[in-house]
C-alpha cells in the first residue's frame, strides 16, 4: 500500500495572534481563552515533531484573525503547491501571506487566480485521487481551476458536496491510509466515499473526524473516546491534542497545519533543519 498521502517530512503551522478571539465562526459558542489556544497549539506542534515532522513555525498574522488555520491557504502536493483563493473575504489576503514560504519549498507554486473560491479545508487528496466538497467557501469554479492546475502533476479531481451548514469537507472527514477514510456518518451517508474503506465518528463525536493521520499517528482533538477507541481498535496509534479554543472559531486538527514533503530543503528559513 503506497503511503505518499500520509508521509511527510515537514509542516507548515502559524501561531495564533491575540487577535485570533475575532476568528469568524459559524455560532457563537463563547470566546476563545487566547492562552488555552496557544498552549494546545504547542502541544499540536510537539505532537507533529513527534512524528518526525521539520516544523516551519510561522509569526503570528494580527491582521488576519483565522491565520492559525493555515491549512485553507494553500495545497501541498508533491510536485508543487498552489496557493488557494478562500471564500472568506477576510481570509482572502492570508494565501498571499503563505506564498512566499511554499516558494522556498517548491519550485513551482501556482495560484488560484478566481473569480472561483476554494479553501483546502475543503481538500482531501488520497493516494490516487483529489476529493473537493463545494461547500460556502469553495465553488465550482474553484474547484475547476485547480483541477485544471493540478491536472499536469497528473492528479485527477473529483467533485463532491460539503454537507449543508458544516463548514468545511473537512471538517467531516479525514485520510486515515491509502484506503480509510474518517468520516461523520452524515458526511459518508451522502455516498462520495464508494472504493474506500469508512471508520465513522461515534454519535454525537462528529466533530473527532478533523483529524490528521502524519506518519505513524493520527492527531485526534482530545475528548471523543468513543472514535479514539474505533479507530485503536483498527489499528491505528492515536494521539489527542487539546482542541477546545480552535474549535469555538469551527478549526480542528486539519486546519491547523499543511503537511507535505518539499522537493527543495527550505534554505534560509531560520531555525529549519535539513530533513532527516
Ligand atoms: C474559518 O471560519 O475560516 C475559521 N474560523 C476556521 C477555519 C477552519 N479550517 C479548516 O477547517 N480547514
Known amino acids: 500500500m ?3 498521502s500520509y508521509r511527510f517530512t ?17 455560532v457563537d459558542s463563547g470566546a476563545p481563552d487566547i492562552a488555552l489556544m496557544r498552549r494546545h497549539h504547542a502541544d499540536y506542534v510537539a505532537a507533529l515533531r513527534a512524528e518526525g515532522a521539520v516544523v ?9 484573525p483565522d491565520a492559525q488555520f493555515v491549512e485553507d491557504t494553500a495545497l501541498c502536493l508533491q510536485e508543487g503547491a498552489v496557493v488557494m483563493r478562500p471564500g472568506a473575504p477576510s481570509r482572502l489576503g492570508e494565501a498571499a501571506e503563505m506564498a512566499p514560504t511554499l516558494a522556498r519549498f517548491y519550485d513551482e507554486v501556482l495560484t488560484i487566480e478566481g473569480p472561483g473560491t476554494i479553501e483546502a479545508g475543503d481538500v482531501l487528496t488520497m493516494e490516487t485521487e483529489i476529493l473537493v466538497g463545494r461547500s460556502a467557501r469553495t465553488d465550482a469554479a474553484g474547484i475547476a481551476e485547480m483541477a485544471r492546475l493540478v491536472a ?4 485527477r479531481v473529483r467533485e463532491l458536496e460539503t454537507p449543508p451548514g458544516v463548514l468545511h469537507f473537512k471538517t467531516d ?22 472504493g474506500y474503506r469508512v471508520i465513522l465518528t461515534a454519535e454525537g463525536e462528529e466533530a473527532a473526524a478533523n483529524a490528521i493521520r502524519f506518519n505513524g499517528a493520527v492527531i485526534v482533538p482530545d475528548g471523543f473516546p468513543r472514535t479514539t477507541e474505533r479507530l485503536a481498535q483498527a489499528g491505528y496509534r492515536v494521539v489527542p491534542v487539546g482542541n477546545s479554543e480552535c474549535a469555538k472559531l469551527d478549526g480542528g486538527m486539519s486546519c491547523l497545519s499543511l503537511r507535505f514533503s518539499p522537493p527543495k530543503a527550505g534554505e534560509g528559513l531560520p531555525g529549519l533543519r535539513a530533513p532527516l
Open 173 to 194: 472527514c479525514s485520510l486515515l491510509d491509502a484506503e480509510t477514510i474518517l468520516s461523520t456518518e452524515r458526511l459518508a451517508a451522502a455516498g462520495g466515499f464508494t
Open 2 to 4: 503506497s503511503d505518499r
Open 56 to 64: 516551519v513555525d510561522l509569526p503570528p498574522l494580527p491582521a488576519y
Open 10 to 26: 515537514h509542516a507548515i503551522v502559524r501561531a495564533p495572534a491575540d487577535s485570533a478571539t475575532e476568528g469568524l465562526r459559524a
Open 152 to 155: 499536469r502533476w497528473g492528479y
